[in-house]
């Protein structure tokens, strides 16, 4: 892989090795020196962050707002491939104006065995791949050949560092945006054996309080992770959504708060799930769609990702649009129905700059990509310049 198209995390390295030495490639160099030993980029003025100058940066005055704070682009990178402050500056550098920092938790987490991403190749004549259909359980073909449009596995198990650790970096990730730029943390609940279903609601109490006394302003609770114990997400059970958020809601008070969501296929239920959490004001937005789950397979048919419990893995990129796509003109359709205000984050197969438009047209208030913005690491440079 040339320097050129090499991803700012590099798949071929561990996630360990990702979060010790990267980002990598573009990121790598608007981070200078820096990003090679592992050690913290020197502190950038938010005018250099935004690239501006500090004359501009004084007159600035951003065009759009996230949940009430000011940005310039409603753009960015979702939670996931932004593993520590280093990334995250070197997205803001890179132009991206929104910055989600990777699901943390209130406990160190290790991450599934290496490796975690696969480039995935739907067999659908337009590469598209549909929750639910046949092919997510016969197995999509996954191996080594990552091309563009781009899809991917991603099977990390959602991985934290100890508080003690991503409380620091995350608070100088955060001082480190530029002028209209905004980092959102994303944290979630973890379930260890024992716990009584009280112990899983206080604990993303915990998680929510300990992300909170870093001075987020917006945060963000992912609910599209397993629900252990259950064989189905946390979204997949919005009454439990609904006493998870009522808690979380009750330790942050008036910092907005959104969940990111699976695909829901049925719109009673993500009419419900809106009712009993946008619909309370116990959550002020929703971002979706995170992965589709699929049976991935090698070119024999066997199991692609080793190990136990790795049969079925998420995808995402190019290959999971539609669905993203369709998750936003849904949601915006019933909010538009039921009258209420929450925003929407669209994310899902965001590859290319007409991508952005098309989400914000379907009724995103802002648009994110994770896996496009990996082997594009200019996209969002390439959106302003529309
Ligand atoms: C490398 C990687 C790691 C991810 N980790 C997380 C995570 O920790 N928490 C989360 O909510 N979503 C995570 N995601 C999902 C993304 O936020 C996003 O929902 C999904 O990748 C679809 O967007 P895309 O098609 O632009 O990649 C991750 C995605 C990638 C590619």
């Given at each position: 892989?040339?320097?050129?198209?090499?991803?700012?995390?590099?798949v071929d390295r561990t996630y360990e090795d990702n979060y010790r030495f990267g980002p990598f490639g573009a990121f790598a160099e608007e981070l200078g020196g820096d990003a090679k030993d592992g050690v913290s980029a020197?502190?950038?003025?938010?005018?250099?962050?935004?690239?501006?100058?500090?004359?501009?940066?004084?007159?600035?005055?951003?065009?759009?707002?996230?949940?009430?704070?000011?940005v310039d682009l409603p753009f960015g990178i979702p939670a996931g491939p932004l593993l520590n402050e280093r990334f995250t500056t070197a997205a803001f550098r890179m132009g991206f104006d929104l910055a989600v920092y990777k699901t943390v938790r209130s406990r160190a987490w290790g991450c599934n065995p290496f490796p975690n991403v696969l480039a995935v190749h739907p067999q659908s004549a337009d590469g598209v791949l549909s929750?639910?259909?046949?092919?997510?359980?016969?197995?999509?073909?996954?191996?080594?050949?990552?091309?563009?449009?781009?899809?991917?596995?991603?099977?990390?198990?959602?991985?934290?560092?100890d508080p003690d650790v991503w409380q620091p970096d995350m608070q100088r990730a955060m001082e480190r945006a530029g002028a209209g730029q905004l980092l959102v943390p994303s944290f979630q609940g973890s379930r260890v054996d024992g716990m009584t279903a009280a112990e899983y609601v206080a604990d993303h109490v915990t998680t929510a309080h300990l992300v909170l006394e870093t001075g987020a302003q917006v945060m963000e609770m992912n609910t599209s992770c397993p629900n252990e114990g259950h064989n189905r997400l946390l979204c997949h059970a919005p009454d439990q959504v609904r006493l998870i958020t009522e808690a979380v809601k009750n330790e942050i008070g008036d910092v907005p708060l959104i969940i990111k969501l699976a695909y829901l296929p049925s719109d009673e239920d993500l009419e419900y799930m809106v009712r009993v959490t946008a619909g309370r004001g116990l959550v002020q937005g929703f971002s979706t769609i995170n992965t589709i789950s699929a049976r991935l397979v090698d070119a024999k048919g066997a199991q692609a990702l080793p190990g136990a419990g790795r049969d079925r893995s998420g995808v995402c990129g190019a290959a999971i649009r539609p669905s993203g796509l369709d998750m936003v003109r849904r949601l915006s359709a019933i909010r538009?129905?039921?009258?209420?205000?929450?925003?929407?984050?669209?994310?899902?197969?965001?590859?290319?700059?007409?991508?952005?438009?098309?989400?914000?047209?379907a009724g995103a208030d802002a648009v994110m990509s994770a896996t496009g913005a990996m082997w594009n690491p200019a996209l969002a440079r390439r959106i302003k310049s529309r």
């Open positions: 892989m040339s320097e050129k198209t090499m991803p700012f995390y590099d020197d502190q950038v003025t938010r005018a250099v962050a935004s690239g501006l100058t500090e004359h501009e940066a004084a007159d600035h005055e951003p065009a759009e707002s996230f949940f009430g704070v000011p929750p639910g259909s046949p092919e997510c359980d016969e197995g999509v073909l996954a191996d080594h050949r990552f091309e563009t449009p781009i899809s991917i596995s991603n099977s990390f198990g959602v991985p934290s560092q538009e129905r039921l009258g209420l205000d929450f925003g929407i984050v669209g994310v899902g197969g965001v590859t290319v700059p007409q991508d952005y438009f098309d989400y914000r047209a």
